[in-house]
């Protein structure tokens, strides 16, 4: 196994420490778990992209190691009562509509690439989770937390649109 696919791997195990972490309120532990298991998620493409070692394990578990370290957060948001359950739905619904897509898109050999409006929205999710982590600290971390929480679901629904606007023909397969 490759670096890149050691360090997706390393973001998966962090998924569960930072929950425990999070969970018996050690927010700055936790916050440290996050802020790692998400350097990892820059890292390890940038190495695989520059050594040549993309694999087809990378492609498929890299988007899908960022999104159980961001969702097992929204859940935890959630259950403490800082972001609504609603919200969740909707970012989940958007990654189920885009990642079926792409499942389809892919059995017929055809790859739906990451567009930049899905890129920004994932930039988001993670500096809004980065403040919530901490938001028990001081009440404006929560306020910066939430407006980029907002400003992540907005992106998620134009994202989403966009995946499904620029891929319609993946409908007719």
Not at 146 to 170: C, F, H, P, Q, R
Request: some cysteine; hydrophobic content about 60%; overall charge positive.
């Amino acid at each position: 196994m490759n670096l890149p696919n050691k360090l997706t791997i390393a973001r998966v195990i962090c998924v569960p420490i930072f929950v425990v972490l999070f969970l018996f309120k050690l927010y700055i532990w936790a916050f440290i778990v996050f802020v790692i298991a998400s350097l990892t998620d820059m890292f390890d493409g940038r190495i695989a992209r520059a050594r040549n070692m993309v694999t087809n394990f990378g492609k498929i578990m890299d988007p899908l190691a960022d999104k159980v370290l961001v969702y097992a957060a929204f859940c935890l948001f959630v259950q403490k009562g800082i972001m609504p359950g609603w919200m969740l739905i909707v970012i989940l619904a958007r990654e189920f509509a885009v990642s079926g897509m792409r499942t389809v898109a892919a059995s017929e050999g055809k790859v739906i690439a990451a567009g930049m409006t899905g890129k920004i929205k994932t930039v988001l999710q993670m500096f809004a989770t980065l403040f919530l982590i901490v938001s028990p600290y001081h009440q404006y971390l929560e306020i910066a937390g939430k407006i980029l929480l907002w400003a992540s679901l907005v992106m998620t629904v134009v994202s989403g649109a966009e995946y499904i606007i620029k891929n319609k023909d993946v409908f007719s397969m």
